[in-house]
């Protein structure tokens, strides 16, 4: 079973701060997406990653995949309460049957 | 733009009730997916469809039905409720196969009493 750590589970932080959430694996996977889900809504995509190595901004967002393609981390600058919500990580599987397999999720906070 | 669009919203079913979650897509998407979600446990795919007539079991598909008549609609059918199956219900589409971004509904919360 191909199984996606995210860490932390949860974060509580003030507006202004910095955080990085981290998406790991002992698998290689051909892609990796960042999904955001909020409160009563389905996940909406972020990004997708594929090379290793690969980084990539949206705004405050910063997406890297391992080199190994076998992680991923997502950094958020100077959050704002609008950066609330879940995060999740999905990993394409390698081979002839293709998954996308989830992780389980970070739940961040951001203060006011 | 509509996109997925699945109702209920919200449902409580008594063990043993049936019920049919609806979801329909208007981007002409081929690929079709039902996804349940639980506490602390990620998304678990149930069944999926790549296109009208072909659907195919997910990594959880026990205790549900589903059918694609139609490229727009891919209705989840629940034949006995049980109380494991109280979660909350995704629908998710996309264009070109799991490899593709997935587009999801805002899901249907589900308790089984």
């Known amino acids: 079973t191909q199984l996606l750590e995210q860490s932390p589970q949860f974060l509580s932080i003030q507006e202004g701060e910095n955080l990085t959430v981290y998406c790991n694996s002992s698998s290689v996977f051909s892609s990796l997406q960042w999904y955001r889900q909020e409160p009563g809504e389905g996940p909406v995509l972020l990004v997708t990653?594929?090379?290793?190595?690969e980084v990539k901004k949206l705004k405050r967002l910063t997406f890297q995949f391992g080199d190994a393609r076998k992680d991923s981390s997502l950094h958020i600058t100077a959050a704002q309460p609008g950066d609330t919500g879940l995060y999740l990580c999905?990993?394409?599987?390698?081979?002839?049957?293709?998954?996308?397999?989830f992780g389980k999720g970070t739940k961040l906070t951001v203060n006011p | 733009n509509a996109g997925v669009t699945q109702t209920p919203k919200f449902r409580i079913l008594k063990i043993g009730q049936s019920m049919t979650l609806q979801c329909t897509q208007d981007?002409?998407?081929?690929?079709m997916y039902w996804y349940r979600q639980d506490p602390g446990m990620g998304l678990k795919l149930i069944y999926y469809s790549v296109g009208a007539g072909i659907t195919d079991k997910g990594e959880v598909p026990n205790g549900y039905n589903v059918s694609r008549s139609t490229t727009e609609d891919f209705p989840l059918r629940l034949e006995l409720a049980a109380p494991s199956q109280t979660s909350v219900y995704f629908c998710a589409s996309n264009r070109q196969g799991i490899s593709s971004p997935l587009h999801f509904g805002n899901g249907t919360r589900l308790t089984v009493t």
């Open positions: 999905a990993g394409l599987t390698q081979g002839g049957s293709e998954k996308l397999v």
């Open positions: 990653v594929v090379t290793g190595g």
């Open positions: 981007m002409n998407h081929n690929y």
